[in-house]
């Protein structure tokens, strides 16, 4: 179950970061990509307990995030329900689960009335196991952000 959760931090990390962009140094409309962005997640935490509790968070930490970072508050969620992976989903690709296709943790493909984890992907092989652990992708995501299109 963490390598599920696991992957599911990873995999909405990539999303974000494929379409991440910056200001150009130019002052061109053309925008360079960072080499990495991170999205933090904290389930179950509301957004105010960053601020009613930051005398008590370290210089390194939490603080640092809100002085340093990007933090999306006062945000609302426009679907049902409320799970781990249609959240992650809609944060990371700006979408509602009607548009990106993740619906739930795990869901039913209605061609075949199989039920499937929201990555599971049997097309794909696991990189350094011979587990089906890790037989996991993005395949279930119909979003892909205008940005990265050319990538693929």
């Known amino acids: 179950m963490k390598i599920r959760y696991l992957f599911l931090v990873v995999f909405a990390t990539v999303v974000c970061s494929s379409g991440a962009q910056t200001k150009s140094q130019q002052g061109h409309t053309t925008l360079l990509r960072p080499k990495l962005v991170v999205g933090i997640v904290v389930d179950q935490m509301r957004w105010d307990f960053l601020y009613r509790y930051y005398d008590r968070y370290e210089t390194g930490g939490f603080k640092r995030l809100l002085n340093e970072g990007f933090s999306c508050e006062n945000t609302d969620i426009y679907y049902v329900p409320t799970l781990t992976a249609v959240g992650h989903t809609s944060i990371y690709t700006g979408s509602v689960p009607a548009i990106h296709g993740i619906t739930g943790n795990d869901f039913i493909i209605q061609a ?41």
């Open 112 to 152: 075949t009335g199989k039920s499937v984890y929201c990555t599971g992907d049997t097309t794909v092989q696991t990189v350094g196991s011979t587990s089906n652990a890790g037989l996991m992708s993005p395949r279930n995501l119909l979003v892909i952000s205008r940005s990265s299109k050319s990538d693929f």
